[in-house]
């Protein structure tokens, strides 16, 4: 029988990146005589990538954005964060405790991301956590993103995993959206980076600690989708 899998969101579900994606998106909004984003209004930017961060913050202060801007203003923002990583970036509390207790069950682990691939494995190796993870897959490593299903259930099959047999844990609607539309039981996070409480998306369950994110707990969402 195939092994048991949890596929992990990155940004605001296994590493807290907020400081250091804000300070990329306001390094590339300066550029572009912007006012800077504050850490309040940070979470009205973030969930899709680099990109719509930019996009969404030049909306915010009703300015218009050409699409050759915005390239240029992207490549800053991942300039500026690829040579920062890790930065102040860290795993959440009972992060590294929920890996070692998942894969000392012999569950398989994966990350699924907007982020892209390259800065997510990037990020991942930097903390010391890459042993933990079969697959890495971010928003550039198939031709579909989330919400897209398919990235979520080609992310699981890349790990070698069962999408039957999984358990989705994210912070935001587009992590359980992508859940759901791919029939899969999703744990939500209530610390990430969301306005609206996770709980109003209707996830499977909402955990306040990783020390909630227990064998029991996936054992009970894989039986009843099944």
């Given at each position: ?202 996830p499977s369950a909402v955990i306040s600690h990783f020390d909630a994110l227990t064998l029991g707990l996936a054992e ?7």
């Amino acid at each position: 029988m195939t092994r048991p899998i949890i596929v992990f969101d990155l940004d605001g579900t296994l590493v807290d990146t907020a400081p250091d994606l804000l300070d990329s998106l306001n390094h590339s909004l300066a550029a572009n005589a912007l006012a800077a984003v504050d850490e309040a209004g940070f979470k009205r930017f973030v969930g899709h990538g680099g990109r719509v961060m930019i996009e969404r913050a030049h909306a915010a202060q009703q300015r218009a954005l050409a699409a050759e801007e915005h390239d240029r203003l992207l490549q800053l923002f991942l300039d500026h964060y690829t040579l920062n990583i890790p930065g102040k970036s860290r795993p959440y509390p009972g992060v590294v405790e929920a890996l070692d207790r998942f894969k000392a069950a012999g569950y398989l682990l994966a990350i699924c991301t907007n982020k892209y691939e390259g800065n997510s494995v990037a990020l991942i190796g930097a903390l010391g956590l890459a042993r933990y993870f079969a697959a890495i897959a971010g928003q550039d490593t198939f031709a579909f993103r989330k919400p897209d299903p398919r990235h979520l259930t080609e992310t699981i099959r890349l790990a070698g995993g069962d999408p039957h047999r999984a358990v989705m844990v994210g912070d935001s609607q587009t992590d359980i959206d992508t859940a759901k539309a791919a029939g899969i039981p999703v744990v939500a996070v209530d610390f990430g980076y969301t306005e609206r409480h996770v709980r109003e998306f209707e996830p499977s369950a909402v955990i306040s600690h990783f020390d909630a994110l227990t064998l029991g707990l996936a054992e009970r969402l894989i039986d009843a989708a099944a």
